[in-house]
């Protein structure tokens, strides 16, 4: 109501100013039943006064329009007006670093985007419109990476115009007042405002983001673009969000709108809260791990950088006490960096959330060797992860990649590994176009090589060694295609960094075995339950788990362990093998998948175990028992009236997500003890 006077009052004394229709709002906090919003979907006004565009349920849309239409245009002329708006915006994922989909400001012609689809459309489009140009413009802000939109990352913002593949997007940071670029992360729950100009004369269209109160001096996004062609005279603005089998509740804490200038900036403290977190029904043990984990991360962060903060290494190459012990492993600085042509893109194999590898060769010798770098953001516990890398340089097994030596320079770590020509085996599972289709005799070979260096690295050493991290990724393959375990010890390392970002998430989860939320407590059990996952993804060639599969393919087990009991084990063998393989081999790795991949770590086998029947020195099992689900009958009651998915599939997902909370624990644990990998170390 306030403001329609204030705009009756525009009106009245500013007529002379421009013949247009001046327009602006400002929303700090909302009202429930406010007439000046029109919200549809599960949209709604929390108790804190935060708008919630979604709950976290799946499958659901949600939009939030301001009521009245903006002129856009000046009547009679086909240019849109400059435009200024302020939001601010909280993702709260339903589980830590894992939710979706995203939400988006739009300006669209109607507040009425009735038959909109949730996941990857944001509820703006329905598929068919999808390719039509029905005019919408929106700035998304889209936490899960779609190919169907050709989506850069899982955590990004664009500019669409009339498409959801976007005009042009870029991974989510923000500017300090310095104009150093940090990082930011959508699905973290933070507080972040956004900032979106369009300038009519230039052309132009800015976004910013911070997670603070002031206006960066510097944009995020750039676009030049005339949206005369987008928008009609009158346009209605507002905000979409959807969640898919991933899910997040969407917040919208503040917004100012501005035709006649800058939109002022909103000051975060005054806004309303973030909602806590609404659970559907028990699992309340999970929230409490998750909440306790993540205070605990807090507080592991803050001691860990004050630690970091009070010893800052300034010198370079420092030679410590303990690394004399291992002299002969150690290199310099300049040695790799001759070696590797001064860590040029050329000789660039490949990066990661830990850092970068590279191809090189060393002075006076003929081999190659892959040089890690590792990067200055995951610089937390770097000499606890020396001393445990300095003991792991001992191991030595025809299986595993040989860690030749390391160096220390400053903050950043190289790790000199024995060079592996064939790359990783994920990307002969599942890589876009794999250059090779591995052949079912090369797929056991590998996976008997796998097995026994698991073996050696639990029983054949003097202490056990327990990887952590055994994935097709980390499975490496040499000249003549021996699958060889790399990166032990790494794991931890990147956990430590401070990006809790999906994308390293999604790839380990799914490797997770189900005691390692509850207890948090590393056993070797929990390799075995990774090289379960392993197993199947080589027998099936597909991913444990495939965000892009129909929903009862999700979870590979579910799906491999349906098929079983239907009797059809063939429907789940890799096609690419074209029929072509040992049937009792095959038979017997999938059994053993599902094996390993059993819940309760007593049903799971040993190493040695597993290593006797690849080796066919046991008959394979004869029985294989259900995989058998946590919490059968912990039902969720799922109400998200669309229709999409029955409680029982989502119930195996949630499961499955419930694994993946384990890591937090683990890792947060582990801060506090830094030999959380190598089990029985004695330290
Ligand atoms: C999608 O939207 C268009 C335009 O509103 C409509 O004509 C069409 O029927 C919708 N399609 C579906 C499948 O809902
Ligand atoms: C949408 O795209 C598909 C495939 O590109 C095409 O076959 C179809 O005709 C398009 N629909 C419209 C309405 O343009
Ligand atoms: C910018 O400021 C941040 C914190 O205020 C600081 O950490 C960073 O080093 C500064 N960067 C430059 C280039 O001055
Ligand atoms: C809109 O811009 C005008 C002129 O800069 C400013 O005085 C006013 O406070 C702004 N209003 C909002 C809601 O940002």
Redesign the pocket.
């Known amino acids: 109501m306030e403001t329609l006077v204030f705009v009756w009052l525009l009106l009245i004394f500013l007529p002379h100013l421009t013949s247009s229709l001046t327009q602006e709002f400002s929303f700090t906090g909302f009202k429930k039943a406010s007439p000046n919003l029109i919200m549809s979907g599960v949209t709604e006004i929390a108790n804190t006064g935060a708008i919630r565009l979604t709950t976290d349920t799946s499958r659901v849309i949600g939009h939030a329009f301001y009521s009245l239409p903006i002129r856009f245009k000046p009547p009679g002329q086909n240019r849109v007006l400059s435009f200024s708006t302020s939001f601010v915006i909280a993702m709260v994922p339903e589980y830590v670093a894992l939710g979706g989909h995203g939400l988006a400001f739009i300006i669209t012609p109607t507040p009425n985007l009735q038959g909109s689809l949730s996941s990857q459309y944001l509820g703006i489009l329905n598929s068919?419109r999808?390719?039509?140009s029905s005019n919408f413009f929106a700035v998304e802000f889209d936490t899960v990476k779609d190919l169907e939109f050709e989506d850069i990352n899982d955590n990004h913002v664009g500019i669409d115009i009339n498409s959801l593949e976007s005009s042009i997007s870029t991974p989510v940071a923000y500017f300090l007042p310095n104009s150093t670029k940090k990082e930011l992360f959508l699905d973290s729950g933070r507080v972040i405002q956004a900032w979106i100009d369009y300038d009519s004369n230039k052309k132009r269209l800015d976004v910013k983001l911070s997670p603070l109160s002031e206006k960066p001096k510097l944009s995020l996004l750039s676009y030049n673009i005339d949206l005369s062609s987008v928008f009609g005279d009158e346009m209605y603005v507002g905000f979409s969000a959807s969640t898919g089998l991933l899910a997040s509740s969407h917040y919208i804490l503040g917004w100012n709108f501005n035709m006649s200038g800058e939109a002022m900036s909103l000051s975060l403290p005054s806004l309303p809260r973030v909602p806590r977190p609404v659970k559907k029904k028990k699992s309340p043990g999970l929230i409490l791990g998750v909440s306790f984990s993540c205070s605990l991360l807090i507080i592991a962060v803050l001691v860990a950088a004050v630690m970091f903060g009070i010893k800052k290494v300034k010198d370079e190459d420092r030679v410590e006490e303990w690394e004399l012990d291992y002299g002969p492993h150690r290199f310099s600085y300049r040695e790799l960096k001759k070696a590797t042509n001064g860590f040029g893109d050329k000789e660039l194999l490949g990066s990661g959330g830990f850092g970068k590898v590279y191809k090189g060769k060393l002075p006076d010798s003929e081999e190659f060797v892959a040089v890690k770098r590792i990067s200055h953001e995951s610089k937390q516990g770097v000499r606890e992860f020396m001393s445990e890398v300095s003991s792991i340089g001992h191991l030595r097994h025809r299986n595993l990649v040989q860690l030749l030596g390391w160096c220390r320079r400053r903050q950043d770590l190289l790790l000199v590994y024995d060079f592996m020509p064939n790359g990783s085996l994920d990307m002969y599972l599942f890589g876009e176009n794999p250059k090779v289709i591995l052949t079912w005799d090369q797929r056991f070979k590998i996976i008997k090589g796998v097995a026994s260096a698991l073996l050696y690295l639990h029983e054949g050493w003097e202490q056990t060694v327990i990887h952590r991290d055994i994935k097709a990724a980390n499975v490496l393959l040499d000249g003549d295609m021996n699958g060889r375990v790399g990166d032990f010890g790494l794991a931890k390392l990147y956990e430590h960094g401070s990006n809790p970002g999906v994308t390293r998430v999604v790839g380990t989860f799914g490797y997770l075995a189900p005691e390692l939320t509850k207890s948090g407590k590393l056993t070797t059990s929990t390799d075995v339950y990774a090289f379960g996952a392993l197993l199947l993804e080589v027998a099936c060639g597909r991913r444990p788990i495939e965000t892009n599969a129909l929903p009862e393919e999700l979870v590979m087990v579910d799906w491999v362990w349906s098929r079983w009991q239907s009797g059809d084990i063939r429907e789940v063998v890799d096609w690419r093998l074209n029929g072509e393989y040992d049937e009792d081999e095959v038979v017997m790795v999938i059994k053993l998948g599902l094996l390993c991949s059993n819940n309760s770590p007593e049903v799971r086998p040993t190493m040695r175990q597993v290593v006797m029947y690849l080796e066919k020195q046991f008959p394979s099992p004869e029985v294989v028992p259900a995989p058998d689900f946590l919490d059968a009958n912990d039902s969720m009651c799922l109400d998200d009236g669309s229709g999409n998915i029955n409680a029982g599939e989502f119930e195996d997902f949630v499961d499955s997500a419930r694994f993946y909370s384990g890591p937090n624990q683990t890792s947060t644990s582990s801060i506090f003890s830094f030999g959380g990998k190598t089990k029985t170390d004695g330290r």
């Open positions: 068919s999808a390719n039509v």
